[in-house]
Structure formats: C-alpha cells, structure tokens
C-alpha cells in the first residue's frame, strides 16, 4: 500500500520517475552490454559494461531525467588488460569492461537502445542503426508506449561495402553509409548543405531501405522521425520500465 500511496502522490505532482532497464541477453552467444551516459547527466550507480552469457538478464535502475543509450560488444577479449575499443570486435568502447564515462561511447558499427527521459513531460526512446548495426534488438515498454524494433539480423545481407568482417571472415557488423563514410554529408546529414531534415531525406541515404526494412520501428538513419516509426514517447509520469532484448526471438 505505501508504493501505491507514494504512486498517487507523484502522479499528483507530475512527477517524473526513476526507471528499470533490463537487459536481456536472447542471443545464443555472448555479449558484452556498455551504457553510456550523455554529457551533462550523472551516470547510474551501476556497472558501465558487463558480459552476459547466453539468456543471460539484468536489471539497472536509472534516475528520472536520464539519458544515455545501452549496446551490446561482440566478440570482446579482455584478457590483454587492454582499454581500447579494439578488445571487441564491435561496439567497443575505451576503457575496458566498464565503458569510461565521459569517453566510453562505443564505435560503429553498433545497433543502439537510446532514452532521453523526462523532456517536456515525456520519456524519448529508440533503437537506432545510424551509427550501423552489429546485433537485432527491440527495446520494449511497460507503459503502453509503442516498442522500438531492429529485429532483423542485418549481417547476412549486409552489402559488401558496409560489411564488418571478423578475424574468420564472418560479417559480424553492417555499417551505415554513413559509418563506413563519415565524408558523405548527405548520408550522414552533416555540413551545411544536408544539416536539417529538409536537406537530408532518406533518398540522399543509398542503403537506407536495407536499414529500414531491418529495423521497421528503429531509427535508420539520422533524420528518420519522418517514417513516423523510429522515435516514441510516453507520458513520464506513467509507471513503465523498459527491456532491451538482443537477439530477440
Ligand atoms: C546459434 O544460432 C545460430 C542461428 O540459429 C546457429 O546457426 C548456431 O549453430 C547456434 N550456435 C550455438 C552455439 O548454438
Ligand atoms: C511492447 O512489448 C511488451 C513486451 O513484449 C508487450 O507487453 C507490450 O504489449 C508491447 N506494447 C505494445 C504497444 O505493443
């Protein structure tokens, strides 16, 4: 009774919450999760990186008005002590196991699980493969909020130019055009002739459709809310929590 009394209070208040994040290990292999916190916002009190087995799950909490994304680093090799992003085959991130918090963002290719919670009374999520993508997502909700989805596995198909290939030659990552050319403004939707959504449609974007056949309710590339299904939202002050799910069946 005193959670639904402290419930109702906050509701009263509008008051934006504290969330759960799961994260669920539903690939056949490892992965090793990193979080990363956006400049500006103080970091949960939880592991900046971990590795999960198989099936694995676990449970961080994060505070109202968070915001950050959540990936998964294949093929990691800690062994070496080394810090650097290269002890993953993707998504790795400078300082080791646990991303380093101001510069452990993760690199590309990489499917990511984003949140900017409490904006203007909303809670803001996505899954996105602007930065390309190494393992199939969803990122679902318990508030009623649309669930965001790159379920497909975007590896075997991935065209040879965006291919990331391992040390056996398996394509274990598919860049962006925009990841595999950080020079191609209108892929990328930087410079002064592609910086806003009216300068860079999907058109200028050459494996846009791969991406987003792939990632239906995801963000595929840098301006995509015009699919009107790659950003959602809900109420903060609605009790939800979220699951990352990869590899999700
Ligand atoms: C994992 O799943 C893939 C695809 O279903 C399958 O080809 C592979 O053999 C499985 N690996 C293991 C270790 O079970
Ligand atoms: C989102 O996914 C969760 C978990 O699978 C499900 O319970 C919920 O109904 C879904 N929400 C929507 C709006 O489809």
Same mark, same amino acid.
């Given at each position: 009774?005193?959670?639904?009394?402290?419930?109702?209070?906050?509701?009263?208040?509008?008051?934006?919450?504290?969330?759960?994040?799961?994260? #669920?290990?539903?690939? +056949?292999?490892?992965?090793?999760?990193?979080?990363?916190? +956006?400049?500006?916002?103080?970091?949960?009190?939880?592991?900046?990186?971990?590795?999960? *087995?198989? !099936?694995?799950?676990?449970?961080?909490?994060?505070?109202?008005?968070?915001?950050?994304?959540?990936?998964?680093?294949?093929?990691?090799?800690?062994?070496?002590?080394?810090?650097?992003?290269?002890?993953?085959?993707?998504?790795?991130?400078?300082? !080791?196991?646990?991303?380093?918090?101001? $510069?452990?963002? !993760?690199?590309?290719?990489?499917?990511?699980?984003?949140?900017?919670?409490?904006?203007?009374?909303?809670?803001?999520?996505?899954?996105?493969?602007?930065?390309?993508?190494?393992?199939?997502?969803?990122?679902?909700?318990?508030? !009623?909020?649309? +669930?965001?989805?790159? $379920?497909?596995?975007?590896?075997?198909?991935?065209?040879?130019?965006?291919?990331?290939?391992?040390?056996?030659?398996?394509?274990?990552?598919? +860049?962006?055009?925009?990841?595999?050319?950080?020079?191609?403004?209108? *892929?990328?939707?930087?410079? #002064?002739?592609?910086?806003?959504?009216?300068?860079?449609?999907?058109?200028?974007?050459?494996?846009?459709?791969?991406?987003?056949?792939?990632?239906?309710?995801?963000?595929?590339?840098?301006?995509?809310?015009?699919?009107?299904?790659?950003?959602?939202?809900?109420?903060?002050?609605?009790?939800?929590?979220?699951?990352v799910t990869f590899c999700p069946s």
């Amino acid at each position: 009774m005193l959670h639904h009394t402290l419930f109702s209070v906050s509701l009263l208040a509008g008051q934006a919450l504290a969330r759960t994040i799961t994260v #669920s290990n539903g690939c +056949n292999y490892t992965v090793w999760p990193a979080l990363f916190t +956006n400049p500006g916002i103080t970091p949960p009190d939880v592991a900046m990186g971990w590795e999960a *087995a198989a !099936g694995s799950i676990v449970d961080l909490t994060v505070a109202a008005g968070w915001g950050g994304r959540v990936w998964g680093r294949t093929e990691c090799d800690f062994s070496s002590d080394s810090a650097l992003p290269s002890t993953c085959a993707t998504g790795g991130c400078n300082g !080791g196991l646990e991303c380093d918090k101001t $510069s452990g963002t !993760g690199v590309a290719p990489a499917t990511l699980a984003e949140w900017t919670l409490d904006a203007d009374g909303s809670d803001w999520y996505d899954i996105s493969v602007v930065d390309g993508f190494n393992i199939p997502m969803t990122l679902t909700n318990t508030g !009623g909020g649309r +669930n965001s989805s790159c $379920s497909t596995d975007l590896n075997p198909g991935c065209p040879e130019a965006l291919q990331v290939l391992d040390s056996d030659d398996e394509v274990i990552g598919c +860049n962006s055009d925009c990841a595999a050319d950080p020079t191609n403004e209108a *892929a990328c939707c930087s410079g #002064s002739q592609h910086s806003t959504p009216e300068t860079c449609p999907s058109s200028g974007v050459e494996h846009y459709q791969y991406f987003k056949d792939g990632c239906t309710d995801g963000y595929a590339y840098a301006y995509d809310e015009s699919s009107e299904s790659a950003l959602f939202k809900l109420d903060s002050s609605t009790e939800a929590d979220y699951t990352v799910t990869f590899c999700p069946s």
